[in-house]
């Protein structure tokens, strides 16, 4: 960071971060914090607004709603999909709520206006009592918000200066370019209310060395005897899906018969597939299952390398039988893009595994509240339909529906939200190796606070979207 960056974010931002590692704890519950935020960053950033197939014939809408920002985002044509800020141009009533179908165009129910569904006034009742003025065609049009789509969504922006939505995703859209994510589908849709500030939310997803404590299901070896298992880093070859991993500290055996090699890998997925409802996919474990025989080295890195090739050229041949579109898996693990999990600054998530995925989006309601929602994605065979969306209920950070996994990382949260705010707990004391994302994306918070150009800015957010369990990076301020 140059000196006059640092004094501008220094004067401007209150508790900015000043040591990469460390982030101060009242910038998760402070309200004048939350309201810069409200002021200065979410109209200038690309939300995920919905998904693509959520609006898949004409006249389909979704309305998304951030603070007291509501926008409605509608398909036009098969072509075309549009958004508008949600207010009659007469008095201002809400013209939409939730979702549903207008073909025909949204009506006031104050007055009866119309509007087309790309925007135009097609009905104003009794327009002789009105000033010619009051009703040019333009100042009567729906206001159009910026949209743009990528990866199978519609993400808008209020800020017709930012940059466009590919060059901010950066490194992140590469990558889910190479998945081709956008070919995924909705299988279910929850959602959370959760007593805690937004970036705590997502803080809980931007690194893997909250595992073994956790989710200790997913380690390998004893997790009751942690001095016994250490994160460490991985070579690629070694680890596609995460730079770092949770491992045993004992030596590892030189040989392992490759049925009992393959059955280890088959008992995680399945687990990952039990806590996540989806993600690993059962249909991609039925594709492991079937290759139970296969021979493999007797080394285990090369066991680990071979056996990792196998099932993403096996996975890549079902899909694309069953006539599903995919990325080649080997490729994207030559690519190192085979990362496990995916943000793109502010707000979104994807966790793309084999031919399929979770995903996250979290939008602030308070200084101590925010809305989590979980997607499980993955590709439908030629001739069968996803079921259709609904919006979810919002259920509670606790509620037994939910799946083992998100439930053991929301069980942490309140919990964290509530020691955040006692006395003598000053900052968040980060891994400059493998928690640098949390530290990343804070920094470029107060960039935006700040209020630093754009060019800035886009910069930073492509140093920032992509894989987790980075190290702090430099933002060029």
């Given at each position: 960071m140059t000196e006059s960056a640092q004094a501008r974010i220094?004067?401007?931002?209150?508790?900015?971060?000043?040591?990469?590692?460390?982030?101060?704890?009242?910038?998760?519950?402070?309200?004048?914090?939350?309201?810069?935020?409200?002021?200065?960053?979410?109209?200038?950033?690309?939300?995920?607004?919905?998904?693509?197939?959520?609006?898949?014939?004409p006249g389909d809408f979704?309305?998304?709603?951030?603070?007291?920002?509501?926008?409605?985002?509608?398909?036009?044509?098969?072509?075309t999909v549009k958004a508008f800020h949600n207010h009659c141009r007469h008095r201002g009533v809400k013209l939409a709520e939730d979702r549903g179908c207008a073909k025909e165009g949204f009506t006031c129910p104050f007055h009866g206006w119309q509007w087309r569904t790309d925007g135009q006034c097609k009905f104003i009742y009794t327009p002789a009592i009105f000033a010619k003025d009051q009703l040019r065609g333009a100042d009567v049009a729906l206001r159009e918000c910026r949209l743009e789509t990528w990866g199978g969504c519609a993400f808008i922006n209020f800020d017709d200066g930012a940059p466009p939505l590919r060059e901010s995703l950066g490194k992140f859209a590469e990558i889910g370019d190479a998945w081709r994510v956008e070919s995924l589908k909705v299988e279910w849709w929850y959602a959370a209310r959760l007593p805690v500030n937004w970036k705590l939310a997502m803080e809980a997803f931007m690194e893997g060395y909250h595992v073994l404590a956790t989710h200790p299901q997913l380690v390998p070896g004893d997790p009751t005897k942690p001095e016994t298992i250490a994160y460490v880093a991985l070579p690629p070859e070694i680890s596609p899906?995460?730079?770092?991993?949770?491992?045993?500290?004992?030596?590892?055996?030189?040989?392992?018969?490759?049925?009992?090699?393959?059955?280890?890998?088959?008992?995680?997925?399945?687990?990952?597939?039990?806590?996540?409802?989806?993600?690993?996919?059962?249909?991609?474990?039925?594709?492991?299952?079937?290759?139970?025989?296969?021979?493999?080295?007797?080394?285990?890195?090369d066991a680990t390398i071979e056996w990792r090739r196998k099932l993403n050229a096996a996975v890549v041949e079902a899909h694309r039988r069953q006539g599903m579109d995919i990325g080649d898996l080997n490729d994207i693990d030559a690519k190192n893009y085979a990362t496990s999990v995916n943000y793109a600054f502010p707000h979104?998530?994807?966790?793309?595994?084999?031919?399929?995925?979770?995903?996250?989006?979290?939008?602030?309601?308070?200084?101590?509240?925010?809305?989590?929602?979980?997607?499980?994605?993955?590709?439908?065979?030629?001739?069968?339909?996803?079921?259709?969306?609904?919006?979810?209920?919002?259920?509670?950070?606790?509620?037994?529906?939910?799946?083992?996994i998100p439930t053991q990382d929301f069980s942490n949260l309140p919990k964290q939200q509530k020691g955040l705010h006692t006395r003598g707990f000053e900052y968040m004391r980060l891994s400059d190796k493998a928690e640098g994302l949390i530290s990343n994306y804070h920094r470029l918070i107060d960039g935006y606070l700040a209020g630093f150009e754009q060019s800035k800015l886009v910069s930073a957010v492509q140093q920032v979207s992509g894989c987790i369990d980075v190290p702090c990076r430099d933002l060029g301020f």
């Open positions: 220094q004067a401007s931002v209150p508790f900015a971060v000043t040591r990469p590692d460390r982030v101060d704890a009242r910038r998760y519950h402070d309200r004048e914090f939350y309201e810069l935020e409200k002021e200065k960053l979410w109209p200038h950033v690309w939300q995920m607004a919905c998904r693509l197939q959520e609006i898949e014939r979704v309305v998304y709603e951030i603070f007291d920002q509501s926008v409605i985002v509608v398909r036009v044509d098969e072509r899906m995460s730079p770092f991993q949770t491992l045993p500290t004992a030596p590892m055996p030189e040989k392992i018969p490759a049925k009992d090699f393959i059955s280890l890998n088959l008992h995680f997925m399945k687990i990952l597939n039990e806590g996540m409802a989806g993600m690993t996919h059962v249909k991609d474990i039925r594709t492991a299952e079937a290759l139970l025989e296969t021979e493999l080295p007797e080394g285990l890195t979104y998530f994807l966790l793309p595994t084999y031919g399929s995925a979770s995903s996250y989006r979290i939008r602030p309601l308070g200084p101590e509240e925010c809305l989590f929602e979980l997607w499980s994605l993955t590709r439908y065979p030629e001739g069968e339909t996803p079921p259709p969306l609904t919006t979810p209920e919002p259920w509670a950070h606790d509620d037994p529906r939910w799946p083992p």
